[in-house]
């Protein structure tokens, strides 16, 4: 079945740095990408939408200067949290889309662990 | 304003009882309806699916959900809990038209008692 690759698994770093996390559809093109939030023992909160080769749509009371997002190609998009500071720190996954599978669902990453110091 | 509502934050049973986890949602629209399993620093892995097809909806692991319009609900449901069972469940919705935006409900935690 489709598969979505999240990477890396964890990140700890100290405050101010720009981290970047990856995802990438390994068996189709996703043309739409999602990334969500999720703190813990809560559910997911949606960030944005990525769409390949334009701007992404940020959901209300999303920073766009903080979580970057690209999405260069058809099968990866990153999200980038620039100068992170502990707030930040959650749990971040991705998910994508197969639009030649119909109303599908979309397939999640196994998600991101970023924790600032 | 679209909404998915899971009734209860914690369900917890004993191995071998059933499992029932509520979703109600709010639409004027007929939906598509997802159940998600999330096990402890994991993504989410689809359970079934409910896409205007059949209204009794057969997913993986055993679990199954009834979609009822009259109700708007869509609760999952399991004859017989096993203790790999216990994980977070999102209820989860997405609208024809749009580019398949996903609407969560808050999940819940199943526990399996021995």
Redesign the interface.
């Known amino acids: 079945g489709a598969v979505?690759s999240?990477h890396p698994s964890r990140v700890i770093c100290k405050s101010g740095t720009s981290v970047k996390i990856e995802c990438r559809s390994l068996d189709f093109q996703a043309t739409?990408m999602?990334w969500y939030r999720q703190f813990p023992?809560?559910?997911?909160m949606?960030m944005a939408?990525s769409n390949e080769g334009s701007k992404a749509t940020y959901e209300q009371g999303v920073e766009k200067d903080k979580f970057l997002i690209n999405h260069a190609s058809l099968t990866l998009s990153t999200l980038t949290v620039t100068s992170a500071h502990p707030e930040d720190s959650s749990?971040y996954?991705c998910?994508a889309?197969d639009p030649g599978a119909?109303?599908?669902?979309?397939?999640?990453?196994?998600?991101t662990?970023l924790s600032i110091l | 304003a679209q909404s998915v509502t899971q009734l209860g934050s914690h369900v917890s049973v004993s191995e071998g009882a059933l499992v029932l986890l509520r979703c109600n949602y709010s639409s004027s629209v007929p939906p598509?309806l997802?159940w998600?399993v999330q096990y402890p620093?994991?993504?989410?892995?689809?359970l079934l699916?409910y896409?205007s097809a059949a209204t009794l909806v057969k997913g993986i692991n055993g679990f199954e959900a009834e979609f009822k319009k009259s109700e708007t609900s869509f609760h999952l449901t399991k004859p017989s809990a096993h203790m790999s069972d216990a994980a977070e469940y999102?209820c989860a919705v997405?609208y024809?038209g749009n580019?398949?935006?996903?609407i969560?409900?808050?999940?819940t935690?199943l526990q399996v008692k021995p």
């Open positions: 979505v999240q739409t999602f023992k809560q559910s997911l949606l939408t749990f996954i998910s889309r119909g109303h599908q669902p979309q397939h999640f990453g196994d998600g662990r | 598509y997802f998600y620093n994991q993504g989410l892995q689809l699916k896409t999102f997405a024809s580019t398949g935006k996903l969560f409900g808050q999940g935690t």
